[in-house]
Nanobody
Framework: QVQLVESGGGLVEAGGSLRLSCAAS????????MGWFRQAPGKERQFVAT????????YYADSVKGRFTISRDNAKNTVYLQMNSLKPEDTAVYYC?????????????????WGQGTQVTVSS
């Protein structure tokens, strides 16, 4: 049974930073891509960032490119999302997800396990 546990969310002022972490267990972490998605109230879930199994390839949503950085530590079975220059429109519940593929993917259909989510709130 795959388990994903996010942490690091919170309340921050616009322009501030947060670092999200997602600890994984139950599957060979280093064999699969990982992703971050977010969902704001009343909106559909949105792709944020993804990283390939080895960490050599990453992709970002245009809305976060240049501000967010996804990384992973396969020795610790953990994926991170460093979020800088946060904006009020980044406010959402952030979810990490475990892909069925080893290549990075922007499609939620390629992810079969999801964490419980962590709230990020950016005040203006």
């Amino acid at each position: 049974q795959v388990q994903l546990v996010e942490s690091g969310g919170g309340l921050v002022e616009a322009g501030g930073s947060l670092r999200l972490s997602c600890a994984a267990s139950g599957r060979t972490f280093s064999s699969y891509a990982m992703g971050w998605f977010r969902q704001a109230p009343g909106k559909e879930r949105q792709f944020v960032a993804t990283i390939a199994f080895s960490g050599t390839a990453t992709y970002y949503a245009d809305s976060v490119k240049g501000r967010f950085t996804i990384s992973r530590d396969n020795a610790k079975n953990t994926v991170y999302l460093q979020m800088n220059s946060l904006k009020p429109e980044d406010t959402a519940v952030y979810y990490c997800a475990n892909s069925v593929r080893y290549v990075a993917s922007t499609s939620a259909d390629d992810y079969d396990h999801w964490g419980q989510g962590t709230q990020v709130t950016v005040s203006s």
